[in-house]
């Protein structure tokens, strides 16, 4: 007998999870719902990651909720004021009360006879184990493995006699001032991380394998906030979003349409932050074409600005090995280090890690598609929330959790129990993220696959797929079937008999 039961329980108290429970309330206040998350506070991604800079690497109006305007003055803003924003707007809406802390989901079995799902968590500090009953489970924990990141196992890493630490897990007690330090890695993190880490230290190095494109934005949005000044606080926030929404589209079909004329705008634009070409050309200067993997964004340039003052360098090479005092580079340079950051990337980990069965057959979501990167094809009552790689998270989540709203209410109203995602044929597909990124390409294995159509689409494009999405057709690839129905079939079959 479980020992809780609703209609919809989600997954995780981050962003999905905090916007998919506030849909669900406003557009569905007759349903029931509960909130787990793993962690002992809100927040997701944004509690995880302490490191120092922590910050979004896209506007905050764009990652904020588009139903509770963001009022500070900063676009780009830092892990901890978005923090305290999730806890305020889940503690506003009532969502804080329906979440419960340090509750990890294990597994989750469908039932087609109760046309339910028995969910399995272990909670509190002695792991105790309970189960929930629920019409519908949401999975809001993200795409990646919170408890375990990458490791690409560098030799040698016993012998380094300095402080060797990952961003995922900061020691809160590191102090790096005056400090050489090493930060291996060119991605989003080691940008933060570098000038954020140079204020304090004697040096800061940051050595990367390949380069990354970088673009300067300024921290405050001049525009935006004479817009919000302009207007009342939601209509505001909705507007400089848009504005937002529009630029960052642009930006990124500028680059796929027309990349060798944006990679030489890039250029020109670290030439002018650095001031110096040649650095550019041997630093900033990526083999592939803008957005093959993610842009970078640096905050007011402030990594160009610490490379222009010296109190950071990059160096690109690769490793031969960790030293006892710091990193060997293959040209048998040494960087010498008292800290080493291992800023290496993500492991991928699709709903929270926990296993999911249909029946006692276990699912293999890389053996599925995805119907509108939202349900898993023949998993009934099952949905996922992933954000683009090109925009802000938010702007695909919400839209995700819109969707689910629309179908969960169907269900309602049909006399239907169960939706199930049906995929007919084998049709030629990719992994569900089409991108060049590391920990993407790593986890390509682990992935849905996505077709070139709807409703087996996601496009990298929000006015496509926001297009698409809105007004999808909810009998196009979904099979709507009542238990009751099915029970009543096998038994005049057996009677029959």
């Given at each position: 007998m479980a020992d809780h039961r609703v209609d919809v329980l989600i997954v995780g108290a981050g962003?999905?999870?905090?916007?998919?429970?506030?849909?669900?309330?406003?557009?569905?206040?007759h349903l029931s719902y509960a909130v787990v998350e793993a962690r002992e506070a809100i927040g997701g991604t944004w509690d995880l990651f302490r490191y120092p800079g922590v910050r979004s690497d896209s506007d905050i109006f764009t990652l904020a909720f588009p139903f509770?305007?963001?009022?500070?003055?900063?676009?780009?803003?830092e892990g901890g004021d978005i923090r305290d924003y999730l806890e305020d707007t889940a503690r506003e809406t009532g969502i804080l009360d329906r979440t419960r802390f340090s509750t990890k989901v294990v597994s989750a079995d469908w039932s087609s006879q109760d046309a339910r799902w028995t969910v399995r968590v272990v909670t509190g500090p002695d792991a105790r184990e309970e189960t929930y009953e629920a019409r519908w489970v949401s999975f809001c924990s993200g795409y990646y493995d919170y408890e375990r990141p990458y490791d690409p196992a560098f030799a040698g890493v016993e012998d380094f006699q300095g402080?060797?630490?990952?961003?995922?897990?900061?020691?809160?007690?590191?102090d790096c001032t005056g400090k050489r330090v090493v930060v291996i890695g060119s991605g989003a993190t080691a940008?933060?991380?570098?000038?954020a880490l140079a204020r304090d230290a004697a040096h800061v190095t940051m050595l990367q394998r390949t380069p990354s494109y970088v673009?300067?934005?300024p921290k405050t949005d001049v525009v935006g906030n004479a817009i919000r000044k302009a207007l009342p606080p939601r209509a505001g926030h909705l507007t400089v979003r848009a504005k937002n929404t529009a630029l960052q589209w642009g930006l990124y079909q500028a680059c796929r349409r027309l990349p060798t004329q944006m990679a030489s705008l890039l250029r020109k634009g670290a030439v002018a932050a650095v001031g110096s070409e040649a650095v550019v050309d041997e630093h900033f200067a990526p083999p592939y074409a803008p957005w093959d993997q993610r842009l970078?964004?640096?905050?007011?340039?402030?990594?160009?600005?610490?490379?222009?003052?010296?109190?950071?360098?990059?160096v690109t090479a690769h490793i031969d090995r960790f030293v006892e005092n710091g990193v060997r580079l293959t040209d048998g340079r040494i960087l010498e280090a008292d800290v080493v950051v291992t800023a290496t990337g993500l492991s991928l980990q699709l709903l929270g890690g926990a296993t999911v069965s249909v029946d006692g057959a276990a699912v293999d979501p890389a053996q599925t598609y995805a119907y509108r990167a939202t349900m898993l094809?023949?998993?009934?009552?099952?949905?996922?929330?992933?954000?683009?790689?090109?925009?802000?998270?938010?702007?695909?989540?919400?839209?995700?959790?819109?969707?689910?709203?629309?179908?969960?209410?169907?269900?309602?109203?049909?006399?239907?129990?169960t939706v199930t995602p049906v995929m007919d044929g084998s049709p030629e597909s990719r992994p569900l993220f089409d991108m060049d990124s590391g920990y993407i390409r790593r986890g390509e294995h682990l992935q849905p696959r996505a077709v070139a159509s709807y409703p087996w689409a996601m496009k990298q494009n929000v006015v496509v797929d926001a297009w698409s999405t809105n007004r999808a057709n909810l009998d196009d690839g979904l099979r709507w079937t009542s238990s009751r129905a099915r029970r009543a079939s096998g038994a005049q079959t057996g009677a029959t008999a």
């Amino acid at each position: 007998m479980a020992d809780h039961r609703v209609d919809v329980l989600i997954v995780g108290a981050g962003l999905s999870g905090i916007g998919t429970a506030y849909r669900i309330q406003e557009r569905l206040p007759h349903l029931s719902y509960a909130v787990v998350e793993a962690r002992e506070a809100i927040g997701g991604t944004w509690d995880l990651f302490r490191y120092p800079g922590v910050r979004s690497d896209s506007d905050i109006f764009t990652l904020a909720f588009p139903f509770r305007p963001w009022r500070g003055p900063d676009s780009i803003v830092e892990g901890g004021d978005i923090r305290d924003y999730l806890e305020d707007t889940a503690r506003e809406t009532g969502i804080l009360d329906r979440t419960r802390f340090s509750t990890k989901v294990v597994s989750a079995d469908w039932s087609s006879q109760d046309a339910r799902w028995t969910v399995r968590v272990v909670t509190g500090p002695d792991a105790r184990e309970e189960t929930y009953e629920a019409r519908w489970v949401s999975f809001c924990s993200g795409y990646y493995d919170y408890e375990r990141p990458y490791d690409p196992a560098f030799a040698g890493v016993e012998d380094f006699q300095g402080a060797l630490v990952h961003p995922q897990f900061w020691p809160g007690d590191l102090d790096c001032t005056g400090k050489r330090v090493v930060v291996i890695g060119s991605g989003a993190t080691a940008i933060t991380l570098v000038p954020a880490l140079a204020r304090d230290a004697a040096h800061v190095t940051m050595l990367q394998r390949t380069p990354s494109y970088v673009l300067a934005q300024p921290k405050t949005d001049v525009v935006g906030n004479a817009i919000r000044k302009a207007l009342p606080p939601r209509a505001g926030h909705l507007t400089v979003r848009a504005k937002n929404t529009a630029l960052q589209w642009g930006l990124y079909q500028a680059c796929r349409r027309l990349p060798t004329q944006m990679a030489s705008l890039l250029r020109k634009g670290a030439v002018a932050a650095v001031g110096s070409e040649a650095v550019v050309d041997e630093h900033f200067a990526p083999p592939y074409a803008p957005w093959d993997q993610r842009l970078c964004i640096s905050p007011g340039g402030d990594l160009f600005q610490a490379v222009r003052d010296g109190s950071a360098s990059v160096v690109t090479a690769h490793i031969d090995r960790f030293v006892e005092n710091g990193v060997r580079l293959t040209d048998g340079r040494i960087l010498e280090a008292d800290v080493v950051v291992t800023a290496t990337g993500l492991s991928l980990q699709l709903l929270g890690g926990a296993t999911v069965s249909v029946d006692g057959a276990a699912v293999d979501p890389a053996q599925t598609y995805a119907y509108r990167a939202t349900m898993l094809s023949g998993v009934p009552n099952l949905s996922f929330c992933i954000g683009y790689v090109n925009l802000s998270w938010t702007m695909r989540s919400d839209m995700t959790a819109r969707l689910l709203c629309r179908i969960l209410d169907r269900l309602d109203r049909s006399g239907a129990d169960t939706v199930t995602p049906v995929m007919d044929g084998s049709p030629e597909s990719r992994p569900l993220f089409d991108m060049d990124s590391g920990y993407i390409r790593r986890g390509e294995h682990l992935q849905p696959r996505a077709v070139a159509s709807y409703p087996w689409a996601m496009k990298q494009n929000v006015v496509v797929d926001a297009w698409s999405t809105n007004r999808a057709n909810l009998d196009d690839g979904l099979r709507w079937t009542s238990s009751r129905a099915r029970r009543a079939s096998g038994a005049q079959t057996g009677a029959t008999a």
